[in-house]
């Protein structure tokens, strides 16, 4: 029996990815020759080209062997960058406070994306979105994650352990890194939640 070539069957996964969901849906491991300009509703001014490609991952202990899992996955399977805003054991922490520093990252400008993970996704998505610019979005399947994209121009996503399985969690995260915001009538629609978080009104 012949050796298997990873890297041969890492190639023909990504063929067969990009043929179901369109090319560029799969990065392979190897880094795109220049960074690619991540487009949104109100990227931070002055924000890193180098992000564009950088995801902040952070977790609770609830959440740790998920956001483990798919920080290897974003990193591996996805190419992108991953910064790890912990936790980094199973020891119990407070999940506001992993929260808040992935929801920085993304806000500063220093990732384009975020995704937090705890036992249900409901405490990270309430404490990521309490850091001005931040939208983030529990789901729990690919409809969700398509519509925070395409609609709400998402920049955070929440996820719960013990919601979503590994495998499901690994497609909505990759949905979720791959489609674009969907611009004209949803980009008004953005725009008025953002002036609610600077005191204004939706109206």
């Given amino acids: 029996m012949r050796d298997v070539d990873e890297s041969q069957v890492r ?35 002055g924000a890193d080209a180098s992000a564009s490609r950088r995801v902040a991952v952070g977790s609770d202990h609830g959440g740790f062997e998920l956001k483990e899992l798919l920080g290897r996955f974003i990193l591996d399977e996805l190419g992108w960058e991953v910064h790890d805003c912990g936790t980094h054991s199973s020891e119990p922490v407070d999940y506001p406070d992993v929260a808040a520093a992935v929801a920085r990252e993304v806000a500063a400008g220093r990732c384009a994306r975020g995704i937090v993970v705890d036992a249900a996704g409901i405490g990270s998505t309430m404490a990521a979105n309490k850091v001005p610019g ?70």
């Fill in 11 to 45: 190639r023909l996964v990504r063929e067969a990815v990009d043929r179901a969901l369109g090319p560029g849906s799969s990065a392979g491991p190897a880094r795109p020759a220049g960074p690619r300009p991540a487009r949104g509703a109100d990227t931070p001014a």
């Fill in 134 to 203: 931040v939208r983030c979005a529990l789901c729990h399947d690919d409809a969700t994650v398509l519509n925070s994209r395409e609609h709400n121009d998402a920049n955070v996503l929440a996820l719960g352990a013990r919601v979503v399985n590994r495998g499901l969690a690994q497609r909505m995260v990759r949905l979720f890194l791959s489609t674009p915001f969907g611009g004209g009538r949803h980009e008004r629609r953005v725009q008025k939640i953002m002036a609610l978080e600077r005191g204004g009104t939706a109206g």
